[in-house]
């Protein structure tokens, strides 16, 4: 398998768990009700790495601007969703060091 | 020897999931080849340790190694309870046998033994290939 077989594999069976994976996002201190869900992607950097994107989904810009990502992000590194990660990973061979860990934000309302 | 992940069944994968995340560990990367009863099988290298008083065992689990050739039908129940606990519904099924995701063959989440431990139910865990070619 060649890392771009394994990174839409991977990205299957992470898709397969995105319940599980919002929930745990849901819980986070940083999450309030806007949160309405994330979206996967995964590609692979210039230096060949692994890149898993996970875009968050808000209801209102308010939530979408409070959001600082750097703060989710040192979060999630000590959430479960990082052993959920991880866990997914090694059945590809890789470990959380093999991921290039990407967060975004979106405002799933169209009028803004 | 460290085992690939990929030659195990989703189902099985799923649940070796759920218990790391019991566990707060990757199971996956405790995996080792080793032989059970003179077959290759995956041994789980990490010690999936249950409170005793759970299944009744308090004081007990200092010779629970013995109770397999000393008492197996009492043997035979634990193995089936820790079995629901850790790789079940956690009410009365142990999601034991896991078919092929190709192919024919399926694998079989094997309670060998226990191990000698204060207070604490240790199962000995493998996972056993039938039909498959390690």
């Not at chain 1, 409070?66 to 959920?84: E, G, N």
């Not at chain 2, 990490?46 to 013995?66: C, E, Q, R, W, Y």
């Not at chain 2, 519904?89 to 060998?112: L, M, P, T």
């Amino acid at each position: 398998m060649t890392l771009e077989q394994d990174s839409a594999a991977f990205l299957e069976r992470l898709e397969e768990t995105t319940e599980e994976v919002e929930g745990i996002i849901a819980k986070l201190d940083l999450i309030d009700n806007a949160f309405a869900g994330c979206t996967f992607y995964t590609d692979i950097s210039s230096t060949h790495h692994f890149r898993l994107n996970v875009w968050l989904g808000f209801e209102n810009e308010k939530s979408f601007k409070r959001l600082d990502l750097s703060k989710l992000r040192t979060l999630i590194l000590q959430s479960p969703l990082k052993l959920h990660i991880e866990i997914l990973a090694s059945e590809y061979g890789w470990s959380w060091n093999d991921i290039e860990f990407v967060l975004e934000k979106y405002i799933i309302d169209d009028e803004i | 020897m460290a085992v690939n992940v990929r030659i195990l069944p989703k189902s099985l994968k799923d649940i070796l999931k759920t218990v790391g995340k019991n566990f707060g560990e990757n199971i996956n990367t405790y995996l080792v080849e080793e032989e059970l009863d003179g077959k290759k099988a995956i041994k789980i290298d990490f010690d999936l340790s249950v409170n005793a008083s759970m299944f009744d065992m308090d004081d007990k689990t200092s010779s629970i190694s013995k109770l397999k050739n000393d008492d197996s039908q009492n043997f035979k129940e634990l193995v089936n309870s820790v079995g629901i606990h850790l790789f079940g519904d956690n009410v009365s099924v142990f999601y034991k046998e896991h078919q092929a995701d190709k192919g024919d063959g399926h694998w079989e989440v094997v309670i060998d033994n226990f191990k000698d431990d204060d207070m604490w139910v240790t199962p000995v865990v493998f996972l056993v290939p039938h039909g498959i070619d390690l």
